[in-house]
């Protein structure tokens, strides 16, 4: 238990690292107005198109596109992106989770979902985020190391989705739905178990992810050990500073590559907590090389493991893209307006949504892989049962969402601008 414990405030602190930086970027974006005219620049001849109701878009209709293309495909993109950006404002985690099983729910194949998404990360970076003085705090050597890893996990993610989408297109679903039921499942089940202690005891709210100032036991063990070349680290702010082995972190890189390839979510949700965790890396400087790995990351599996093959739908990238920033601007604002122990419930209920959506499409491949034998009937019915749980969920929670602004609108607009999203407002 204590194992799954520790995994489980891994993935969550992952979550809303990654949601503090979709955060930034997209305010970045929002707050620009050159960046917004670019993105409206990017958007018209799409909404055009599809107003046109064209099905033959870059990727075709019939070998890795959905069914076929039409508004509604792009619509539904542009409601994915709202409710994805909706959790990620205002539970301040788990939204950058459910985009690949919401895009694989409407009916999109499995890699092309993957491409698409990452695709759409690496293009909110390049939008968002500008060579800062956050990067200013970036260790050049650890970011190298790092970097080489997460290019090499790149190539072995994409390769292993490729593999077994020309293998058979059904594995590759088999597949990229089993690992985000196991990530999902395994997350859900424990925010839900927080959640109702939370309920039980209000009072003990430690849940805001902010970690411990010194370095953990695993990480001082990581720094022991005797593999060169050594990378020294954090002078500014440790005496003579800290080292670690170049090799350990391009194995960190390779993890976070490979995660970022196979499940579509840019590697950033892993850097954090492994940087500040495992490596024993001062929180400054893991923001920092975060910030650069997550466009380097996307970037790279995005357009040499995904686009270049043809799974990429960009239409939808640009749909889930808008949608993302009206949806964090209004989740963030959000957060001021309802209690924390709801916030944490809804974390909990939309992570085990996706979750459950995941897991009810693998009877299905399972039995069309003839791995199993079950009834059609039934797992037809176990595959609708959980898509209509998903996005019951996820319509409910973005009703909710939207209505809390709305009547609160008057008292929103006399609040502060900037808002910081965080995983678990303090009980009022």
Not at 368 to 382: A, F, G, H, N
Request: proline share 2%.
């Amino acid at each position: 238990m204590g194992i799954g414990r520790s995994v489980f405030e891994f993935l969550k602190m992952a979550s809303i690292q990654h949601a503090r930086w979709d955060f930034e970027v997209s305010m970045s974006i929002l707050k620009n107005r050159k960046k917004m005219l670019i993105l409206l620049a990017l958007l018209v001849p799409i909404l055009a198109v599809s107003l046109l109701e064209a099905g033959d878009m870059l990727g075709g209709k019939t070998a890795y596109a959905p069914a076929f293309y039409s508004t509604n495909i792009f619509l539904v993109s542009i409601a994915i992106g709202l409710c994805a950006g909706l959790i990620t404002g205002c539970i301040g985690a788990g939204g950058g989770f459910i985009i690949t099983p919401a895009l694989m729910a409407a009916g999109v194949k499995g890699i092309l979902a993957v491409g698409t998404d990452l695709f759409h990360i690496f293009a909110k970076a390049i939008m968002g985020t500008a060579v800062h003085k956050k990067l200013g705090n970036v260790s050049v050597k650890l970011a190298a190391a790092f970097l080489v890893g997460s290019a090499g996990g790149t190539f072995i993610g994409g390769a292993i989705n490729k593999a077994l989408y020309n293998k058979d297109p059904l594995l590759s679903e088999a597949f990229i739905s089993t690992v985000y039921a196991v990530l999902l499942g395994f997350l859900g089940f424990y925010a839900l178990i927080d959640f109702i202690k939370a309920r039980k005891s209000i009072d003990t709210g430690d849940a805001h992810g902010g970690g411990s100032k010194g370095m953990t036991d695993l990480a001082l063990k990581v720094q022991k050990l005797n593999l060169p070349p050594a990378i020294r680290f954090d002078e500014d702010y440790v005496p003579g500073g800290r080292k670690i082995s170049g090799v350990i972190v391009a194995i960190g890189g390779v993890v976070v590559g490979l995660l970022a390839a196979i499940m579509g979510v840019g590697g950033g949700f892993v850097t954090f907590p492994m940087f500040v965790y495992v490596f024993g890396v001062s929180s400054m400087t893991t923001v920092g090389t975060d910030i650069l790995q997550i466009i380097f990351t996307a970037g790279l599996a995005a357009i040499s493991q995904y686009a270049i093959y043809g799974y990429v739908f960009y239409t939808l990238a640009m749909g889930m893209l808008l949608g993302s920033l009206i949806g964090i601007q209004v989740g963030a604002l959000t957060t001021k307006v309802v209690k924390g122990i709801h916030i944490r419930g809804f974390y909990a209920v939309s992570i085990l949504a996706g979750f459950i959506n995941r897991a009810a499409t693998l009877p299905k491949k399972l039995v069309e892989l003839e791995v199993i034998d079950m009834s059609k009937d039934v797992v037809k019915t176990i595959e609708s049962a959980g898509n209509v749980i998903f996005w019951v969920v996820v319509s409910v929670f973005a009703v909710w969402v939207i209505s809390k602004f709305v009547v609160n609108i008057n008292v929103l607009r006399g609040e502060e601008e900037h808002v910081s999203p965080v995983l678990v407002k303090e009980e009022a």
